[in-house]
């Protein structure tokens, strides 16, 4: 049975232990140093380099297409520094996983993709981040994503009721149709006529359907030349219409008697 004393000296030796841990795994982790032993010589060193590589600068946007990712991390004798874990994240897109240790070269990949979330056209920015040193950065770009325009007539009267209906698809880089894009559409200020836009009947709002279509309607209020111009994901397209007058017809007004 053990007495006040020995369970007092018990507890004390417990807690000193746990307090040795603590220090010792703070000691091991609050930097990134890198510490080897040789002919019974022990070395430490610290990071002082961090730099990044792409396989390729840009991925499309269907998440089918990858670029890798090369974190290279060096002393501050530019030697290859192994075992230091750098950290990764991005402004978009996917990242196969947010950290790595570096290898005999000092090197260690990650993977990139567009990811199926946001299909826009965008340039995004990669950080990876090591203890000790300043952030390294690079942008990659996504791209791809288009969008294509199909209209039943360019040309309209000033009359109210004649309509074209403007046809919009979005396509991501695998041409396959983009549901619930935003779609941005307008008549170009600098046009020389004028033309209302309306959404068409199966549509509420301006946002693509399962296929990545929306559908408005164009109509002509004021002759010349009228451009709708049309955005969604980073992607543009336009599309011009002639709006005249009803009835005009070309013909000479004076001498009104043939000479």
């Keep these: 049975m053990k007495t006040k004393k020995g369970r007092l000296y018990t507890k004390l030796s417990i807690f000193l232990f746990i307090s040795i841990l603590v220090l010792t795994f703070t000691a091991?982790?609050?930097?990134?140093?890198?510490?080897?032993?040789?002919?019974?010589?022990?070395?430490t060193t610290t990071p002082g380099i961090l730099s990044l590589a792409l396989s390729q600068t840009s991925?499309?946007?269907?998440?089918?297409?990858?670029?890798?990712?090369?974190?290279t991390?060096?002393?501050?004798?530019n030697a290859a520094l192994e075992g230091v874990m750098v950290s990764f994240s991005s402004t978009g897109g996917q990242l196969n996983t947010a950290f790595i240790v570096t290898d005999t070269n000092g090197q260690g990949q990650v993977t990139f993709s567009s990811g199926t979330?946001?299909?826009?056209?965008?340039?995004?920015?990669?950080?990876?981040t090591v203890s000790g040193l300043a952030p390294a950065q690079i942008p990659?770009?996504?791209?791809?994503?288009?969008?294509?325009?199909?209209?039943?007539?360019?040309?309209?009267?000033?009359?109210?009721?004649?309509?074209?209906?403007?046809?919009?698809t979005v396509r991501d880089?695998?041409?396959?149709?983009?549901?619930?894009?935003?779609?941005?559409?307008?008549v170009d200020p600098a046009s020389t006529g004028a033309a209302t836009l309306a959404l068409s009947t199966d549509y509420t709002d301006y946002t693509t359907d399962v296929n990545g279509i929306l559908e408005v309607d164009v109509t002509g209020t004021g002759a010349g030349s009228v451009t709708v111009n049309v955005s969604a994901l980073g992607a543009t397209a336009a599309q011009t219409y002639t709006v005249d007058i009803t009835g005009a017809v070309f013909g000479i007004s004076a001498p009104a008697d043939d000479p």
Aim: aromatic share 2%.
């Design 173 to 186: 880089a695998r041409e396959t149709g983009i549901y619930d894009a935003n779609v941005d559409v307008h």
């Design 140 to 168: 990659i770009q996504i791209r791809g994503t288009t969008i294509t325009l199909s209209t039943g007539s360019t040309n309209l009267e000033v009359d109210g009721n004649d309509t074209a209906t403007l046809i919009i």
């Design 28 to 43: 091991c982790f609050s930097d990134e140093e890198t510490t080897t032993t040789t002919g019974g010589t022990t070395t």
């Design 117 to 128: 979330l946001d299909k826009s056209n965008r340039v995004v920015t990669i950080t990876a």
């Design 73 to 77: 991390v060096l002393d501050t004798n």
């Design 59 to 71: 991925v499309l946007s269907d998440n089918l297409d990858s670029s890798t990712i090369t974190a």
